[in-house]
């Protein structure tokens, strides 16, 4: 047997013991423990509007107006898809990129959880790496390009002795 699994046997004695545990908690373990209903029918009561102005990431916080505002950048970096990749700068797409992945996650780790900043930074990511992917297809076909006006020249050279 592991050891454990010992201590674990060894110690239960001493959890059923009267020192850890009251006999009205004996009494109650099986019963539910129901509130007054004074908080949970406020709860109710409240509008969303005011539960969302109480809020500890509600409007009246920067946890509400920061990824409101930084929607701007995943749109300006959604208007720039029409936008031809050789005009694209492919350090401030890799910012953009690495900015989005790496606050997604600080997103769900700071307390209070920031939903509403996880989801703006996470498709900021996403544009971010189409932009790269863009880029960097861009790049590559650039350097394949010499070869292919070498071969363009070469077949307009024989059109044209022909």
Request: glycine share 2%.
């Given at each position: 047997m592991a050891p454990i699994s010992n201590l674990f046997r060894a110690s239960r004695p001493v959890f059923r013991s009267s020192q850890f545990f009251s006999q009205s908690f004996r009494q109650n373990a099986g019963k539910r423990w129901q509130s007054t209903g004074s908080a949970a029918e406020d709860a109710v009561k409240e509008s969303f509007a005011k539960r969302m102005w109480n809020s500890p990431i509600g409007v009246k916080t920067v946890h509400f107006w920061a990824p409101v505002m930084k929607w701007a950048l995943v749109l300006a970096g959604v208007s720039d898809f029409?936008?031809?990749?050789?005009?694209?700068s492919l350090t401030q797409n890799v910012a953009l990129t690495t900015t989005g992945l790496i606050w997604t996650r600080w997103c769900l780790?700071?307390?209070?959880?920031?939903?509403?900043?996880?989801?703006?930074?996470?498709?900021?990511g996403v544009v971010?790496?189409?932009?790269?992917?863009?880029?960097?297809?861009?790049?590559?076909?650039?350097?394949?390009?010499?070869?292919?006006?070498?071969?363009?020249?070469?077949?307009v050279k024989e059109a044209v002795k022909a």
């Open positions: 029409a936008r031809p990749a050789e005009k694209l780790i700071i307390k209070p959880k920031n939903y509403l900043l996880a989801a703006v930074n996470f498709f900021l971010g790496v189409i932009q790269v992917s863009r880029i960097a297809l861009y790049h590559r076909a650039q350097k394949n390009l010499p070869s292919v006006v070498e071969e363009v020249k070469e077949e």
